[in-house]
């Protein structure tokens, strides 16, 4: 962050007591400008029978990928994964637990992981914000994303989360 993002004027380092680095701070508005970034879920939604995994793929994007989504103002991280459930393919969340979050340098984006499992695996994908969505056996569903990608990276760490916790019973 080189600008204040109130007034516009160039911004300087000034230490804080409580950093160890110099925080950019701007002398007019007399306040230190914390980097910000973006926050997103994004999920291993797993079926009913805790045995596939959902898979979508986005318009205009042909590589098969795990439930994301942007948190929204307003939001915590499990409503933002409840809504965009809902809003991507239209299933209803019967557990979910959070697992790991990371940080994503391409979009400057905080990622924070869930695995979840559906009350019933009807999908009803909205085709405005996606083109297709299946389920996929777990095995399947590591061939079928790209290889060195968030998605795999993502689908890894959350399954295998999955697997070590799984739950007896959910609701």
């Not at 000034?14 to 910000?36: A, G, Q």
Request: hydrophobic residues 35%; aromatic residues 10%.
């Amino acid at each position: 962050m080189k600008f204040c993002p109130d007034c516009g004027t160039k911004l300087s380092d000034k230490y804080n007591s409580s950093e160890k680095k110099p925080i950019p701070y701007c002398l007019p508005c007399r306040k230190f400008c914390f980097p910000s970034f973006s926050c997103a879920v994004i999920a291993a939604v797993i079926n009913s029978d805790q045995n596939q995994t959902l898979l979508i793929k986005h318009k205009n994007d042909n590589d098969l990928l795990l439930l994301s989504g942007f948190i929204e103002r307003g939001e915590n991280a499990e409503q933002a994964l409840c809504r965009e459930c809902r809003e991507e393919v239209g299933i209803t969340l019967n557990c979910f637990k959070m697992c790991s979050s990371w940080y994503f340098a391409p979009d400057n984006t905080l990622i924070i992981g869930f695995w979840a499992i559906t009350e019933n695996d009807t999908l009803s994908p909205n085709y405005t914000e996606i083109d297709n969505a299946a389920w996929f056996s777990f095995d399947d569903a590591m061939q079928a994303v790209k290889k060195n990608t968030l998605a795999q990276t993502s689908l890894v760490k959350l399954l295998n989360d999955f697997q070590k916790n799984k739950p007896s019973a959910c609701g």
